[in-house]
């Protein structure tokens, strides 16, 4: 979604990003609140459907340090009288005040963030910070075109976190709509009028104007390099000697597209650059030395205006003269009344550029101008036709829903990684299953699908009990379709194999890593696989914080056609869900053997959850940093400091940590084992604690009843052994129950994921992740490597 027109706002918390870079007098009054004025339909529209409003914008620029007269909250007072109830203001953006005022914010409410600039991290375009900005609220509205070509995190970064809900405001639509009214759907003649001090700084905007107008007047400073660069004498002008050959080449593409290049032919002089220097009246070209041009002459600004006023279209950008001194104010007069009556005869009229819009401002024809642009340095690289960093990111769109598959042969990166007995028979087919709606998604479209993937750990050789055929027969009854066979996945006969395919038809290919260089990650074998499709799609979640060469590398080549599927689009949400839009209570639930595996993942969660179920093996490691005896139960004795650290770190940021208080202990890892019951401290020598006693069962079930969002990650006790499962039960009947009355659940990781299907109650789950180290790695967040290809992100 782009526009924010449609779009439900109700019960969300919206970030919007505006641009309040409004000037500011001596007293810290504000001297022209027209940026702010602008923003008032976009952010009355969000009040109006009953969301609330987080404001971030930025004042001056303060490079990355707290400066008082630059902070916003002198925006408030005036704000709030214009939207008419009062706006609450936090003096930091990502903490610890923000994040608790955006939780507290009710519907109708409005909340200011202190100036994005105070963090170096904004500018810096900082991924964690924009993470951290991300939190605060539900959706993104992006309603600052004027600081729409910067790299900056609020800009770029924090819309990546709302895959589905970043949207443009009102403001930003409609200065793309108008410029590309002028640019792109021009009435003719078009008539674009160049002015300002700088050639160097017009460059780009002329060349890509020069194919779509019909005049072109040049006026202002920069058209003293041009006179210069035709041989002409500009006595004491500005010029820029570096552009002459640049300027001789402009001129050479107006003649080459038929523009009619208008250039001034007589102008105004000063001796001084000064209000009060002498006047002297000259040819354009005949400027004696000395003498310096600061406005057009009479007999220019008549030529001008009569190609203006029989203009369809007419774009400004730039002043005329040095309108600021009233003595050379007279040719950027006669020009802005030439657009406002060509206006009135019904041209479509544009302005745009600080001072041109100030000119029309000073002269009070606003209201008579089609369009006035907020924008800078922004508009002027739309109209270069560059693409915009903050434009591109709403309009970004990595999903398969946008594509036009026909035709089309998709490379398709799968995890068809799946169990199978010694008889060679699938035990599990979830990984298969999960992938079936992306692929039919292609299919139905018109397309063929390639299909990769790998099969166990065959370390690049051959290995037939990993053949990818073992599972065609699966596939094809699942697809409905005969799915063909490619005995290897590069060479002459695998390219003429995928060429050979109709639309409508599946190759799976042999396990990606009999090649060794599949694992070691190389970029020419990634080559070879490219050669195969048109498009590539990754649709393997368990595989992307993998550096192989279907993961990271072949994406590479695939520039403009690289997409998630649907799989993976399903696991970002709603593990972001999880993480960054969580309902209080969050408890998240970690079991699993070694602590050593899960430190990242704990020190990640402790910044999001309320609660921290701390079991399975890794709670003995827990129990003993507190001085308690656990026998022979596993325990990693390097890491009982980093135990410590945890939970010092926990109280620190008022995370509750539960660790269990009794245990089902063996005299060995079996279930034929002796069983006793005892405190989880207290568990004598040579006793190994196995699985959660009824009294911890109970205490974690009343924690996770009472939560809205639970992640859970790894098994409570030796589920897969029946006398050492029922605290894995009762942990997944618990998640299961409070999903039943609204929470939100999220299970992930091999171990958890057969807890619950062991138990069938994955349909009680809200979601269960098809990924294990993948899983772990993107929630301790990590920058995944097949994630950020898709994006576009190479490092390597």
Request: contains cysteine; glycine residues 8%; proline residues 4%.
């Amino acid at each position: 979604m782009t526009s924010m027109d449609k779009y439900n706002f109700r019960g969300k918390k919206v970030l919007v990003r505006v641009d309040f870079n409004v000037p500011l007098d001596e007293d810290l009054k504000i001297t022209d609140n027209t940026r702010i004025v602008l923003a008032l339909p976009t952010l009355m529209k969000i009040l109006t459907d009953g969301g609330s409003v987080i404001i971030m914008t930025h004042l001056g620029r303060p490079k990355g340090k707290f400066v008082e007269r630059l902070s916003v909250k002198y925006l408030v007072e005036p704000l709030s009288k214009l939207i008419g109830k009062e706006v609450k203001f936090s003096p930091d953006c990502i903490g610890p005040v923000a994040p608790k005022m955006a939780k507290e914010l009710k519907p109708g409410e409005i909340l200011m963030l202190e100036n994005l600039r105070f963090y170096p991290e904004e500018t810096q375009g900082d991924e964690t910070f924009a993470r951290q900005l991300a939190k605060l609220g539900d959706a993104f509205v992006m309603n600052a075109f004027g600081t729409a070509h910067r790299t900056h995190s609020s800009i770029t970064e924090v819309p990546k976190f709302f895959p589905y809900d970043k949207m443009f405001g009102f403001l930003v639509e409609s200065e793309i709509n108008h410029i590309d009214k002028a640019i792109r759907h021009a009435k003719h003649p078009f008539t674009a009028i160049i002015g300002g001090s700088k050639v160097s700084s017009k460059i780009g905007v002329i060349e890509n104007l020069l194919p779509k107008v019909d005049n072109l007047i040049i006026a202002g400073a920069i058209v003293h390099t041009i006179i210069k660069a035709m041989g002409g004498k500009v006595g004491s002008s500005l010029v820029e000697d570096d552009y002459l050959d640049t300027a001789r080449k402009l001129i050479e593409q107006a003649k080459k597209y038929h523009v009619n290049l208008i250039l001034p032919t007589d102008t105004i002089v000063a001796n001084s650059f000064s209000n009060d220097a002498q006047i002297q009246h000259f040819e354009a070209d005949k400027i004696p030395d000395g003498w310096m041009g600061l406005d057009i002459g009479i007999r220019s600004a008549n030529k001008f205006a009569e190609i203006i006023e029989k203009s369809e279209t007419i774009l400004w950008n730039g002043p005329i003269g040095v309108f600021e001194f009233e003595n050379f104010s007279t040719g950027t007069l006669r020009v802005a009344l030439s657009v406002a009556r060509a206006t009135d005869l019904g041209a479509f009229s544009l302005i745009g550029g600080g001072d041109s819009v100030a000119a029309v401002n000073k002269f009070n024809l606003a209201r008579k101008i089609s369009y006035i642009s907020t924008a800078g340095g922004a508009l002027l690289e739309y109209i270069e036709g560059k693409s915009l960093p903050g434009i591109t990111a709403i309009k970004q769109s990595y999903s398969i829903d946008d594509v036009d598959f026909a035709g089309k042969r998709v490379l398709m990166r799968v995890d068809f990684n799946v169990p199978m007995d010694e008889k060679g028979e699938i035990t599990d087919d979830t990984r298969i299953v999960s992938a079936l709606p992306t692929i039919l998604k292609v299919l139905n479209e018109g397309a063929s699908v390639i299909l990769i993937s790998h099969l166990g750990r065959p370390k690049g050789k051959y290995r037939p009990e990993l053949s990818n055929k073992l599972i065609l027969d699966f596939l094809s009854k699942s697809l409905n379709c005969p799915v063909k066979f490619a005995p290897d996945c590069i060479g002459e006969e695998t390219e003429q194999m995928a060429r050979d395919l109709n639309p409508g038809e599946v190759l799976l290919l042999e396990n990606i890593r009999f090649h060794i260089e599949e694992t070691e990650g190389s970029e020419a074998f990634a080559k070879q696989l490219a050669k195969l499709g048109d498009i590539y799609i990754m649709n393997a979640f368990g595989t992307v914080h993998r550096y192989h060469s279907s993961v990271y590398y072949l994406p590479k080549f695939f520039e403009g056609n690289r997409y998630y599927g649907y799989l993976v689009e399903s696991e970002m949400n709603h593990i972001d869900r999880a993480l960054y839009h969580a309902e209080p209570e969050f408890t998240g639930i970690l079991g699993g053997s070694k602590i050593s595996t899960k430190i990242q993942i704990i020190e990640a969660l402790l910044n999001k959850v309320d609660n921290l179920i701390i079991t399975g093996g890794i709670a003995y490691t827990f129990i003993k940093a507190k001085g308690g005896r656990i026998g022979d139960s596993i325990v990693e004795e390097s890491y009982l400091d980093v135990a410590k650290d945890i939970m010092n770190l926990a109280k620190k940021k008022n995370v509750n940590i539960y660790l269990p208080i009794d245990t089902l202990i063996a005299d060995k890892f079996s279930n034929n084992a002796q069983i006793n019951h005892v405190e989880i401290d207290k568990i004598p020598d040579k006793w190994i604690g196995m699985d959660i006693g009824i009294k911890s069962a109970n205490l974690f079930a009343e924690i996770i009843e009472k939560s809205k969002t639970i992640l859970w990650n790894g098994p409570v006790g030796v589920f897969e052994m029946n006398n050492f499962m029922t605290g894995t039960l009762r942990i997944a009947l618990s998640v299961a129950r409070a999903t039943d009355k609204g929470a939100y659940s999220i299970v992930g990781g091999g171990d958890s994921t057969a807890a619950v299907n062991k138990f069938s109650i994955q349909n009680r789950i809200s979601y269960v992740s098809t990924a294990g180290g993948a899983l772990l790695e993107y929630i301790e967040g990590k920058d995944l490597p097949g994630i950020k290809a898709i994006k576009g992100n190479f490092d390597k």
